[in-house]
């Protein structure tokens, strides 16, 4: 069965400040694998995907992540905070023949510090 | 523009009641799905429908229903058997076979 596990309840950054978001999973093929971000009442917005090629993925609002196959890893990173980007953060896999379905991790919330 | 409406944004519940939830789409995807979200424990999925008048159970079906007539809209209905349905609602949508999810915006479901 797949999983995805996202160690970080909580994390608090100040602004300016480098970030990473961890993500693993567990897939028993090459995985699809997803960051959404979701601003507090408001629906997910997709940041970035990786399925298959460079390992390293480029998204929107200047975040990246880096697909490490050895480690089972997806973690998100962005070099510089800004104040907006406080919200929460989830790591999702999903692949090909499983009829699109997506199993989401448990969630980062991030918050920015002036 | 295209994207995932629904509706309504808050709705309430009284005991012993069913509601529906609305989603609509204008991407002319092929697969729709509701999730539901609880704090803390990420989206589970409920149902999800890949073509029209087909429809699949996901990892928390019981007290849920819901129809695809139409290739645009995918309504959830809260039944009266699900005992603990307040929770945040979210619709999405793919391309058949399309591996990536766009969402709508949710509808939060209280009970009275």
């Known amino acids: 069965a797949q999983s995805v596990t996202q160690p970080d309840i909580h994390i608090t950054v100040s602004e300016g400040a480098s970030l990473e978001l961890r993500c693993n999973y567990s897939?028993?093929?090459?995985?699809?694998l997803f960051w959404y971000v979701q601003s507090p009442g408001q629906g997910l917005q997709l940041l970035l995907k990786?399925?298959?090629?460079?390992?390293l993925v480029q998204g929107i609002k200047g975040f990246e992540a880096e697909f490490k196959r050895s480690q089972s890893s997806f973690n998100l990173r962005k070099p510089s905070v800004h104040w907006s980007d406080a919200a929460e953060y989830f790591c999702?896999?999903?692949?090909?023949?499983?009829?699109?379905?997506?199993?989401f991790g448990t969630g980062t919330r991030l918050q920015v510090t002036l | 523009d295209g994207g995932i409406t629904q509706s309504p944004k808050y709705l309430f519940r009284k005991e012993g009641q069913n509601v529906t939830l609305s989603c609509e789409q204008n991407?002319?995807?092929?697969?729709m799905y509701w999730y539901r979200q609880d704090p803390g424990q990420g989206l589970r999925l409920i149902y999800y429908?890949?073509?029209?008048?087909?429809?699949q159970k996901g990892d928390i079906a019981e007290g849920y229903s819901v129809s695809r007539e139409k290739k645009e809209s995918f309504p959830l209905t809260v039944t009266s058997a699900q005992k603990n349905p307040t929770a945040f609602y979210l619709c999405?949508?793919?391309?058949?076979?399309?591996?990536?999810?766009?969402f709508g915006p949710g509808t939060r479901l209280l009970v009275l």
């Open positions: 999702a896999v999903g692949g090909p023949g499983t009829a699109s379905k997506l199993t």
């Open positions: 990786y399925f298959s090629g460079d390992t």
């Open positions: 429908s890949q073509i029209v008048n087909d429809f």
């Open positions: 991407l002319n995807h092929d697969a």
């Open positions: 999405a949508s793919s391309m058949y076979g399309g591996e990536t999810q766009y």
């Open positions: 897939y028993g093929a090459t995985p699809y």
